[in-house]
DNA sequence: TGAAATGTTGGGGCG
DNA sequence: ACGCCCCAACATTTC
């Protein structure tokens, strides 16, 4: 009477799911979630992240009844809960699909000996990356074996290995979980919100697998064909919004990639640009993963070491404070600002323009905004976001040159010329027209006198841009 | 996946 | 008809 113990971690889901697929070959088998709060202490969850969680985990214990099993959930410890674990359902085996973060791949090697010490089979896989960390590196000559850091180098070595296919199917019936494994309520894990906050991501999301399929399924149908084109549209649904659903695992990068490759063939012109551009998205993803993995300290630490000793500001809490409560003055970070905070996510062209406007307009260090987007952000990644922050700072791999700073009124012009976004997220200026949309001060005073309780810029554009310029040139 | 400053060109108004 | 100036439009350089 074999019992399998299979591991759930950020793979939430059936299809795709290789640790499911060899867990199943049991007599039985034991699907476990772990609430560990102690587990990081760096990063643990933020309000967001842990609301997603929530749903994803009822999701998924839906799912897994559906195929004649069930999910359980442990508070505690991990090792010892998992020790626990298996001397009460006795297991032989137990599987799971391996995380990236630096302290998170610590904890698993442990864990990994020791269960394997206590007389039990380990056996992990892949789930959440195209290609592991380790496997993507420089050929010979100079530096042989070393990771890439410039990521068009990067994804040219991944196009040559090669894309690997979806391997596994969507099992239909799984072993049974034995009745006398207890697990504990989803509401006791405390993962939602005690002031309800949260009606405006019931409104867009739909955590777990079904979910993320439906959201794959639709961004092909409607939105693939003219990514290139409206991607970088604020106002328009013209990227896919699978993020969270990729950071929790409820759909597989691999079952992304094959979805749009299997219309690679049926394409051409601007179509076929649109899923290059797409894919290569997906691209940045992993490279964010290879980066955190070989530079484990790019977490809180600039990869560039010459960004050491830059002279960020010191007295910034009011600016700060601004910037995350969507009042700085500026349309169209103020707009970004308050999208993220109603909805828990940010469109990506706008997350440059916010982020930019933060490390350089205001010269508040990135850290703080990658802490604000972790504890806000639905789709919080470590590896996304610190990839992600550095790069607008310019302190990171393959970064954006110190002189590249956003103008948040030209890049509104350009990406948002008739205002729709802005007016969505900060209707205080709805009455304005579309020519002081983004530049609201500008207009004449008979049309600002409309715009009530719209604050003044919090820094002027011009001269702050030239004080980020001298103290960039410094460093 | 930038923006501003600076340089160049060419058409049109006008004396 | 011609030269001159202005300036928009575009190109290049610089940060």
Known sequence: MSTTILWLRQDLRLTDNPA????????????VYIH?????????????????????????????????????????PTAEVLGDLVKTCKATRICWNRRYEPSLIDV?????????????EVQTFNAGLLFEPWEIRRAAKEQPHAP??????????????????????????????SKEILGERLEDLGLLPRIRWDAGLHELWQPGEKGAL?????????????????????????????????????????QVFQAVQQREGHVRGSGAVSLETFL???????????LLFHFPHTDHQPLNTRFNGFPWRHEYSDDLAAWQQG??????????????????????????VVASFLTKNLLIPWQEGAAWFWDTLVDADLANNSLGWQWVAGCGADAA??????????????????????????????????????????????????????PPPVVDLKSSRERALSSYRRR
């Open 148 to 177: 890439y850091k410039v990521f068009t180098a990067y994804w040219r070595a991944c196009s040559r290995v090669g894309v690997p296919g979806v391997m596994h199917e969507r099992p239909d019936k799984l072993p049974v979980c």
């Open 280 to 290: 290569r998205q997906v691209g940045w993803r992993e490279f964010a993963h290879h």
């Open 108 to 120: 698993d090697r442990e864990l990994k000996a020791v269960l394997q010490d206590s007389g039990l």
């Open 327 to 352: 009042t700085t003055g500026i349309p169209l970070v103020d707009a970004g600002m308050r999208e993220l905070w109603h909805t828990g996510w940010m469109h990506n062209r706008v997350r440059m």
């Open 36 to 76: 560990d709060p102690a587990l990081n202490d760096r990063w643990p969850p933020g309000a967001a992240s842990k609301w997603w969680l929530h749903h994803s985990l009822s999701a998924l214990d839906r799912d897994l009844r559906h195929a004649g099993s069930r999910l359980i959930l442990r508070t505690g």
């Open 214 to 254: 439906a959201r794959l399924a639709q961004f092909l149908d409607d939105a693939l064909l003219d990514y290139s084109g409206a991607r970088d549209r604020p106002a328009v649904s013209g990227t896919s919004r699978l993020s969270p659903h990729l950071h929790f695992g409820e759909i597989g990068p691999r």
């Open 401 to 454: 040159p110190y002189f590249r700073i956003f103008n948040p009124v030209l890049q509104g012009e350009k990406f948002d010329p008739e205002g729709v976004y802005v007016r969505r997220w900060v209707p205080e200026l709805d009455s304005l027209p579309s020519r002081y949309i983004h530049k609201p001060w500008s207009a004449p005073q008979s049309m600002q006198v409309h715009c009530t309780g719209y």
């Open 20 to 31: 499911l697929e060899a867990a199943c070959h049991s007599k039985r088998l034991v699907p």
